[in-house]
């Protein structure tokens, strides 16, 4: 199957810092993009959809001020959490589309685990 | 909101096929049913997918039954590795992303 990757695999950052996360397809190319979020022992909420050279599509609830999507090639999205929080520590995961129609695939990232001290 | 509704947990015996169903009574006629598993602190993993026929691959089969209202994910050959939380998903083909629902985990025993 497709390849996923996400870099860090896991941060620690002081409250009021902003990290970044970077989702990479590695052998195909991706025009869409999609962020999760994962707290413990839940499941995963869609964060947002990104989709190559245009602005990301937010869930209700999510702040796209504090989670700044940036998918400027089709291999490269970014999520920034700027001005993290202790709330904000949570898995996030990215996921990338294979394919432009009919019934695709999403594959899925690792994983970054983010910690907010 | 998930679609599906799947048993909080089950458990299998290594070796033996596990069989995991999944509801989906409101499933409409260009959704396809989605089967992923995430083992624990891992991304999410792809098993398969159908939309009316039976399907099978090298990880799993998927049985969906004639009115479509409800599916079974078989693996033949539980194996410890095998011990996940699986999510069957129902989504129509296009642009629309997952939405996981809160799964079934599946504990493989010695």
């Known amino acids: 199957g497709a390849v996923v990757s996400q870099h860090p695999s896991w941060v620690i950052c002081k409250s009021g810092t902003s990290v970044k996360i970077e989702c990479r397809s590695l052998?195909?190319?991706?025009?869409?993009m999609f962020w999760y979020r994962q707290f413990p022992k839940q499941s995963l909420m869609l964060m947002a959809t990104s989709n190559e050279g245009s602005k990301a599509t937010y869930e209700q609830g999510v702040e796209k001020d504090k989670f700044l999507i940036n998918h400027a090639s089709l291999t490269l999205s970014t999520l920034t959490v700027t001005s993290a929080h202790p709330e904000d520590s949570s898995f996030y995961i990215c996921?990338?589309?294979?394919?432009?129609?009919?019934?695709?695939?999403?594959?899925f990232g690792p994983g970054t685990r983010l910690t907010v001290t | 909101d998930a679609k599906t509704t799947q048993p909080t947990s089950m458990d299998c015996a290594e070796g033996r096929a596990a069989n995991l169903p999944c509801n989906h009574s409101t499933i409409s006629g260009n959704e396809y049913v989605y089967w992923y598993r995430q083992i624990h602190s891992q991304g999410p993993q792809y098993i398969i997918h159908g939309l009316k026929n039976n399907e099978t691959n090298e990880m799993a089969s998927l049985i969906i039954t004639e009115d479509r209202k409800s599916s079974t994910l078989i693996l033949p050959h539980a194996t410890l590795r095998d011990t996940a939380v699986y999510y069957c998903i129902v989504r129509v083909s296009g642009n629309t992303p997952l939405v996981f629902g809160k799964g079934t985990r599946l504990s493989v025993i010695a």
């Open positions: 996921s990338a589309r294979v394919g432009d129609r009919g019934p695709y695939e999403q594959y």
């Open positions: 052998d195909f190319q991706a025009t869409t």
